[in-house]
């Protein structure tokens, strides 16, 4: 071994090491520049090629002293020496063994020591425990070479080669990135287990060191994927707006909004909001959704008329020609509607109580509104509240949730443009209410003058004055309004038309906007009165002309298809060729029943698309007194029947019926149309009359229609609606109603042309009424809902009905 061959109990020169250590077995070279060292370097070179290398503690230190030097080093031999083009000089050397420096015999020109060196034992017989750890170490070596990428393949077969485990940790340790401190410890470790342990516990450390490197490099890198995807898909983006022409990408769209809040003006509050939400838009990544949100937002406070306003003047000649102009009659209605502007031009008010029209479908509520509004000089919007069952529908979605929207009043704001609209809420007796909070509250507060100039919108969110808004709304049924909704509104009842009426609308209004609307000028259709009268009678049956209005189109409609296909130039529909463009006529005018039959009999009922006929119809069949009611009847209408049948029974004597009679029959009432739903006490009488005529076997008058209330004594009690009902007894051709006395103040409304042709009795008792329907028995008669042809007519006077059993 090269060790042996380095002379005994002799001085060497010295070189200090800065940065840098060597241990035994290893080759290094390494650039010499230092006088000292140079002359050290140049000493050993003319002896024999030894010396001894000691690290420095402190690196910095540029001219060493021996207390600045480690007191272990290694004893090397200088293997070649080169002098480089700058004057310094590169060896190669190899650390031989251990030397602890007993002391410098000089350290002027350079140092040269005396040492004491530590040869190293080939021990053969390791103990166990040596070995173990030996082989630890080399675990630990070989896991530690696989995270570190400084140590080749060669490098770590010439290291786990070694077999001597004091040289194997000096081997290790040359190759760990120690501090040349931790190095120098390894190197002071003359026992070889010691210096095991160390080599074993820095790998250790090294090696987590090298784990966590890995995991942090790791980390990064990933990190690092993902910033240049999105930095290269953002690069894309600029591109592909750069070739859309959209230079700036948002600022263009930045700037457009900051324009035109400039030129809006707009309430302080909601300045501050646009302009802090453009701010914010202005920070959204273009690529994020967010920013649609964010716009769509931004769009609405400034689309909204905060302040715009259309200057409207109350003119009330005016606005009565324009009511006159597009309505035929409802002079009444149109005279509410005038105070109703004369109030608000004397107080200066924009918005006073809210008006409500009442009535069935295709009376003109909607038309009339629009009219006002014209009159007015304001624009028009309505909204439908029919099935709005969720507060939010009026009052808007919190921005929170995704696809957020204001609700319909701001929505109806923005249509309208300004912040001064007639604005009519249709159908607010539709509205339902549920779990989801109640908008008819949210209403109350829109229409509430007290409070709607603060009107907070969900969405919004900030107050907008609706005080200025003329809120109208239309509904079909009062009743259905919720009660404190219907306190706060004007109501302006509106009924169904008279034939004549509906004529006169038709010749006046419909007809001619059905020609300009299909292009038919002058001749080119010709509608005489008769064929309107048909078209009413027989194709429509409504309170309104909704769909008379409809027939005209369709009519309008062919002909203009005829005219455009050159078939005809002039079209003159009559009676006769009337079903070449209708079709075969709907209804058999005058549908009332047709015979005097036993236990049937024509009511009336009120229902929200207007009055209309009602046939009831009673049999008796042999049972045990069971009374059987349907036709989907309400509870307050079965309890009308049982009433009834129990007057009836009290009467048992007068009508000549057996005493126990109720207990050998079952009673069936049934009120066709049997799908839709009927309710009310106002078929009270109707109904007595119909049990009472089955039971009697006494027919009843045909032509005859009557409403009352009924009760248990007999008393005929006032009943709703009389004039929807009685224009519904006069289109179906009656000409007799029976009426409660009661009713007899109400007779005032219906309209002259239709009272002139009714004969209304007056009843008080259901006595009377019977006595004027109930025709005599025939007492062959085998079913009591048989019809009888041919049977006489006329008053019948003789009631209690002597004879009837003849
Ligand atoms: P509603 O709102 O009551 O259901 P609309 O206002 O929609 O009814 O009326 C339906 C159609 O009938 C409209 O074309 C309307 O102009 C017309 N109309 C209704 N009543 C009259 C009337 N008195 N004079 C002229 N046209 C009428």
Not at 12 to 41: E, N, T, W
Not at 279 to 298: D, H, K, M, Q, W
Not at 308 to 320: E, F, H, M
Not at 412 to 439: C, Q, S, T, W, Y
Request: proline share 5%; aromatic share 6%.
């Amino acid at each position: 071994m090269s060790s042996e061959r380095a002379p005994l109990e002799r001085t060497y020169p010295l070189l200090p090491l800065r940065g840098l250590l060597v241990f035994p077995g290893m080759v290094i070279h390494f650039d010499v520049g230092r006088d000292k060292s140079v002359r050290a370097l140049e000493k050993a070179m003319v002896q024999d090629h030894y010396l001894v290398l000691a690290s420095q503690q402190d690196g910095q230190v540029d001219d060493p002293r021996q207390e600045d030097l480690f007191g272990v080093g290694v004893l090397a031999e200088v293997k070649q020496m080169m002098k480089l083009p700058n004057g310094t000089l590169r060896v190669l050397v190899e650390g031989l063994e251990r030397s602890k420096i007993q002391n410098y015999v000089r350290d002027d020109e350079y140092f040269e020591v005396q040492i004491q060196r530590f040869f190293i034992s080939d021990s053969a017989d390791m103990d166990p425990e040596l070995r173990a750890v030996t082989r630890t170490v080399l675990q630990q070596f070989e896991q530690y070479a696989k995270l570190s990428k400084k140590i080749d393949q060669e490098t770590y077969g010439t290291v786990v080669d070694i077999e001597d485990p004091g040289r194997l940790a000096d081997a290790i340790a040359a190759q760990l990135p120690l501090k040349i401190k931790e190095k120098q410890e390894i190197l002071e470790s003359f026992n070889v287990s010691e210096r095991l342990d160390r080599v074993l516990s820095s790998l250790a450390d090294e090696r987590e060191v090298l784990e966590l490197e890995k995991e942090i490099h790791q980390r990064v890198r990933k990190q690092m994927e993902k910033t240049q995807k999105e930095y290269y898909l953002r690069e894309q983006m600029k591109a592909i707006q750069r070739e859309l022409g959209d230079k700036e990408g948002r600022q263009g769209e930045i700037d457009e909004l900051r324009d035109k809040m400039a030129n809006l003006q707009l309430p302080e509050l909601v300045a501050m909001r646009v302009d802090k939400e453009i701010n914010r838009l202005e920070r959204i990544p273009i690529s994020s959704a967010e920013g649609t949100v964010a716009r769509t937002f931004i769009d609405w406070l400034l689309d909204l008329p905060w302040t715009a306003k259309s200057v409207s003047i109350i003119d009330l000649g005016r606005a009565q020609r324009v009511l006159d102009a597009h309505h035929y009659g409802l002079e009444k209605v149109k005279d509410r509607i005038i105070d109703y502007l004369a109030v608000q031009k004397l107080t200066q008010r924009s918005a006073g109580p809210i008006i409500c029209l009442v009535g069935p479908p295709g009376v003109g509520k909607t038309s009339l509104v629009k009219s006002v509004a014209e009159a007015l000089k304001r624009p028009f919007v309505r909204i439908s509240l029919g099935g709005v069952r969720d507060e939010a529908e009026i009052r808007g979605h919190r921005r929170t949730y995704i696809g957020a929207l204001p609700g319909r009043i701001i929505q109806g704001m923005k249509e309208a443009g300004v912040r001064n609209p007639v604005f009519l809420m249709d159908e607010i007796d539709k509205m339902a209410n549920d779990f989801r909070g109640d908008p008819a509250s949210a209403l109350l507060e829109v229409l509430d003058p007290e409070q709607n100039f603060t009107f907070v919108d969900h969405y919004i969110d900030l107050p907008f004055d609706l005080s200025d808004v003329m809120f109208v709304t239309t509904a079909n049924d009062l009743y259905q309004i919720p009660g404190p909704l219907r306190d706060r509104m004007e109501i302006i009842q509106l009924s169904g038309y008279t034939e004549l009426e509906k004529l006169e609308i038709a010749e006046q209004h419909l007809l001619p906007k059905q020609k300009i609307a299909h292009a038919l000028k002058g001749e080119r259709l010709k509608l005489n009165e008769d064929v309107i009268l048909e078209i009413i009678r027989g194709y429509s049956r409504e309170a309104g002309v909704r769909q008379l209005d409809r027939l005209l189109a369709t009519v309008a409609r062919k002909t203009a298809r005829q005219v455009a296909e050159g078939k005809k130039k002039r079209v003159q529909i009559t009676v006769q060729n009337l079903p070449d463009y209708l079709g075969p006529a709907q209804f058999n005018y005058g549908a009332k029943e047709e015979y005097d039959e036993v236990g049937v009999v024509t009511g009336l009922a009120w229902t929200p698309a207007g009055g209309d006929t009602l046939t009831i119809e009673v049999a008796a069949l042999s049972g045990k007194g069971k009374v059987v009611l349907t036709g989907q009847l309400g509870d307050v209408m079965k309890e009308s029947a049982q009433t009834a049948l129990s007057f009836v029974r009290s009467r048992s004597r007068e009508l000549l019926l057996d005493n126990d009679f109720i207990d050998k029959t079952d009673i069936h009432v049934h009120v066709p149309e049997g799908a839709i739903p009927k309710d009310g006490p106002s078929a009270g009488i109707t109904m007595a009359t119909a049990i009472a005529s089955c039971l009697t076997r006494r027919p009843v008058r045909h032509d005859v229609a009557m409403t009352g209330e009924i009760t248990l004594r007999g008393r005929v009690l006032p009943i709703g609606g009389l004039k929807e009902k009685s224009l519904a007894a006069h289109r179906v051709g009656i000409r007799s109603l029976i009426v409660p006395e009661g009713n007899r103040k109400d007779v005032l409304e219906i309209p002259k042309s239709v009272r002139d042709e009714l004969e209304i009795v007056f009843v008080r008792q259901m006595d009377d009424v019977l006595k004027r329907v109930l025709l005599p028995a025939v007492s062959d008669a085998p079913s009591s809902l048989e019809v009888y042809p041919g049977f006489t007519q006329g008053i019948h006077e003789d009631y209690p009905g002597q004879g009837a059993r003849q």
